[in-house]
């Protein structure tokens, strides 16, 4: 299903090797701290297969814009509590500073390098990778390593340079775990399957929602977050102006799809049938043919949502979930978000069904509140996930396909 060289497959002993992994983490901004990262775990992991290697990771975090656009300091700090090699952090990318460290760096070592979308180029992407090899970060870096290690599972759909730029890709040991679920998924799973579907990016998961209900992969839709706004206002049902607010571009493009979509398969796309607003403190539990009246942004899935998406969930043999159903951040809009992973823990004890979790965020949710070993899987991939269970090659896995040693 997945064509590619492991770094299992070859021999990492003193090599200098550039790590690529996805360490976008949830950030407290306010605190400029790093929020339970299991990506930042999972690499603290990945780790223990290059311990005879020297290793320089290059990563990104956020956008250029963006709040939590910061400096991967914080991230090579938070590194340090899951391994037990020495990591150091240099405010260079592919400068003199950088080649110096990099051409200095002993074997045992972790060199963060500072992170790469600050480079601009990083935020263009490359259909056609040998565009991408002529860049100059790729030049100067690539003469420097035996072995590019893509790992960078979260950010596969990126046809980013530092994704799939280099001139011969290895898979890391954390995209070869993923996909290893990621066939299971693929490959004939038992139904009935849901899908959990909270955050952000409302579109991109409504077009994954779509895909798999068109292939016959998908029983139940459990829509929460901004991807039920988009649904429920394309079907005229008001959820009030800082709602639309946040989906109206895609509700522009997407709208008479939108219906079409929703009247095909109505029974299998579950909405909300109530949120939760902030009222000066208090959750407040609001109707759906009450948000127009209140006009405030919704946080959370209300108490019937979240029975009759447990409810679907104990039939279900496969579950995957996508994007945090409430701002979990905040806590007055936590308890949805805890409950529905708590649901998906409970189908795997209780019905051995497989439970994936998926994205940065839903991730760091799990790890928060205490689920993080009780679901079968956590993926380090959000939008990824997504798009490689919605049967796209994406660009890190034709990378990986086209450039093996
Ligand atoms: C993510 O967290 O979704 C990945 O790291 C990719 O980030 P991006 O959506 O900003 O490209
Ligand atoms: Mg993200």
């Not at 990262?37 to 963006?66: C, D, N, T, W, Y």
């Not at 079907?235 to 979509?261: C, Q, R, V």
């Not at 979930?321 to 806590?331: D, Q, T």
């Amino acid at each position: 299903m997945f064509d590619y060289v492991s770094y299992k497959d070859v021999d990492l002993k003193g090599k200098k090797v550039l790590i690529r992994p996805d360490i976008n983490s949830n950030i407290d901004v306010q605190n400029k701290s790093i929020r339970e990262s299991p990506r930042i775990q999972a690499l603290g992991k990945a780790l223990e297969e290059f311990k005879e290697s020297a290793v320089v990771i290059m990563a990104h975090q956020s956008r250029p814009g963006s709040k939590d656009f910061t400096s991967l300091k914080l991230h090579a700090e938070e590194l340090k509590k899951y391994t037990d090699m020495p990591v150091n952090f240099v405010d260079d990318i592919f400068g003199e500073k950088a080649i110096q460290r990099i051409k200095d760096l002993k074997i045992g070592e972790v060199l963060v390098l500072e992170n790469v979308r600050m480079w601009d180029t990083e935020n263009k992407t490359f259909e056609d990778f040998s565009e991408a090899e002529k860049l100059e970060m790729i030049q100067a870096l690539a003469p420097l390593f035996d072995y590019f290690i893509a790992d960078a599972f979260g950010a596969a759909h990126r046809a980013q340079p530092s994704i799939i730029g280099w001139p011969k890709l290895i898979a890391g040991p954390t995209v070869v775990k993923e996909f290893e679920y990621m066939a299971k998924l693929l490959d004939n799973p038992e139904k009935p399957i849901a899908m959990l579907i909270g955050g952000a990016k409302a579109i991109d998961k409504y077009k994954a929602m779509k895909f798999n209900f068109e292939n016959d992969r998908l029983d139940y839709a459990l829509c929460a977050g901004l991807t039920a706004i988009l649904i429920m206002e394309a079907l005229g049902i008001h959820t009030g102006e800082p709602n639309k607010k946040a989906i109206e571009k895609d509700l522009s493009k997407a709208k008479d799809d939108i219906i079409a979509t929703y009247e095909k398969y109505k029974q299998n796309i579950i909405l909300p049938k109530d949120l939760i607003i902030n009222d000066n403190g208090n959750r407040k539990n609001i109707e759906i043919n009450d948000l127009e009246e209140y006009n405030a942004v919704t946080g959370d899935i209300g108490e019937e949502t979240t029975k009759e998406f447990t409810n679907i969930m104990k039939k279900c043999k496969t579950i995957v979930a996508n994007g945090p159903p409430g701002i979990f951040e905040e806590e007055i809009f936590r308890k949805g978000t805890k409950d529905m992973i708590a649901a998906m823990a409970n189908s795997t004890i209780e019905n051995n069904s497989l439970t994936v979790i998926g994205g940065g965020e839903m991730g760091t949710a799990a790890e928060m509140f205490g689920y993080a070993d009780k679901v079968s899987f956590i993926s380090t991939g959000g939008g990824a996930m997504l798009e490689i269970l919605s049967g796209i090659e994406v660009p890190l896995v034709k990378a990986l396909r086209e450039k093996k040693p």
